[in-house]
């Protein structure tokens, strides 16, 4: 994957180059480029910007760079996590109503597949919430622990997809996370650093 990344990095980085060669040679004898070619010009180079930086971030999600155990930042892994599934909620039409605490640090064995929970957990919750209803994002410290928790709209509602909760149930105990999912509300509880 990371190799697919790269490859699909090239021809950004060629269209930016091009890009900088035809702006070099729309400037007239004044050096600079016309105004009204300067506002595409720089439109082209926002949006290859912004592709970078989205194919960027997808990496950073999913690409696996092996395990590692030790500290992160919960806080910010939790914005990051909301960025990369901000489309998933807007399709669906619903409110995120986020509340994170700053820099709350958790200690785990892997820390690769705490944005893995979240996005889970965040999936269910869009699954399971009617459009035009709102999903709580929240990381909050309590006591010697960082809660992690989602709140959707369903209530009590079924699960739709049991082996996954089960799967992160599994994998949470493994990694000595606790695991609570009741009704509409689903819980991470991390040792605090």
Known sequence: ????????????????????????????ETGEVPPSQAK?????????QRVDGILRQFADFIVFRGSTGGEVVLSELA???????????RRRRLKLNVAIEPDLRVKLQDTSEVSFFLIQSLLRAFGRSEASTEVTVAVRAEGSQAVLEVKDSAGSAP??????????????????????????V???????V
């Open 159 to 184: 699960e739709s997809a049991p082996d996954i909760i089960a799967a992160l149930g599994l994998r949470c105990a493994q990694l000595g996370v606790e695991f609570q999912v009741r009704g509409d």
């Open 40 to 48: 595409n010009i720089k439109a082209m180079r926002d949006q290859i």
């Open 79 to 89: 914005k990051r996590s909301l960025d990369v599934i901000a489309h998933e909620s």
């Open 1 to 28: 994957m990371d190799s697919l990344l790269h490859d699909v990095r090239n021809p950004l980085n060629a269209l930016s180059i091009n890009l900088e060669v035809l702006s070099e040679k729309l400037k007239g």
């Open 186 to 192: 689903c819980r991470f509880i991390f040792a605090r």
